[in-house]
């Protein structure tokens, strides 16, 4: 197996999971894809019968990474780490990633939707609330009534016990469902995934976050014009100013003084592939 150097942001040859590109943006593999692309890779592995997680990113998500190198490997380690920002996508194309776009959470989740009705995937529902689920689950049915939604289940907010995650493992494993679509908050959520890949039969975790919310109706999406702009967090800030106002006071900053030291070469970012935990999925080379 080949390695690029370790720091480098241009295309990979050895993305962990295959052939596909990728940028290094801060330490972290972002998968070169847009909206199209990740839907038909996600399809492929889940027709390929393989055990994968994607995790969908944006700024905040690659900040958080630098002080979290557990986080961090997570992602390295990911089927897909989708751009789910714009200055991610901007990233991949400076890479020469010219194909790239934005891969939106809530968009992604409604493709993949759309995509898997002919074929019969079957799709599990974690994470938020009861109600949440409720009200998700029914305007997703109104919108594809051919979809196979095989169960849902709201966690509990404590850390959940061994016996626990082996209850809901169970549960899961008996829906006999393809894609377990994960909506905690971040990196909830993607330590979720990783502590649980390998005891779920499902061939594809995907973790989007405020999706559920969005698609239950009980948040607004920022306008399609404000989301190209790379300014969403203002709009998110501005409709919830007390609970993001210090995210963003850290996060803009910080990614922006933090990629141009990357850019100017005043700082390495190398990839790193530690592997935490016993139950930590390896990274294997196939084809995508």
Not at 4 to 31: C, E, F, I, M, Y
Request: net charge positive.
């Amino acid at each position: 197996m080949r390695k690029q150097s370790a720091d480098s942001s241009q295309t990979s040859v050895l993305h962990p999971k295959g052939s596909l590109g990728w940028t290094n943006v801060l330490g972290v593999r972002v998968s070169a894809v847009n909206l199209k692309s990740a839907t038909g890779l996600i399809q492929s592995a889940i027709e390929d019968g393989r055990k994968e997680y994607v995790c969908v990113r944006d700024a905040h998500g690659i900040v958080r990474c630098q002080d979290d190198a557990e986080l961090r490997s997570i992602h390295n380690r990911a089927f897909l780490v989708t751009p789910d920002g714009m200055p991610l996508v901007w990233a991949l194309k400076r890479a020469g990633h010219l194909e790239s776009d934005r891969v939106y959470g809530p968009d992604l989740m409604l493709s993949v939707f759309d995509a898997g009705r002919s074929k019969g995937v079957r799709h599990f529902l974690y994470g938020a609330t009861t109600e949440t689920l409720e009200q998700l689950q029914a305007r997703l049915l109104a919108r594809f009534p051919e979809a196979r939604i095989v169960g849902s289940y709201a966690p509990p907010f404590h850390q959940l016990s061994l016996q626990e995650e082996t209850d809901i493992a169970d549960r899961i494993n008996r829906s006999g469902a393809d894609i377990i679509w994960v909506g905690l908050s971040s990196p909830k959520q993607e330590l979720w995934m990783a502590r649980m890949r390998d005891r779920l039969d499902a061939s594809m975790l995907i973790g989007v976050g405020a999706a559920f919310d969005f698609h239950a109706g009980l948040k607004r999406q920022a306008p399609r014009i404000i989301q190209r702009s790379g300014f969403e967090w203002v709009f998110r800030l501005l409709c919830e100013p007390r609970r993001l106002w210090r995210r963003y006071a850290l996060v803009v900053p910080t990614f922006i003084s933090l990629t141009a030291f990357q850019r100017l070469g005043l700082r390495k970012f190398p990839i790193e592939d530690e592997v935490f935990g016993s139950s930590a999925p390896k990274a294997v080379a196939v084809k995508v």
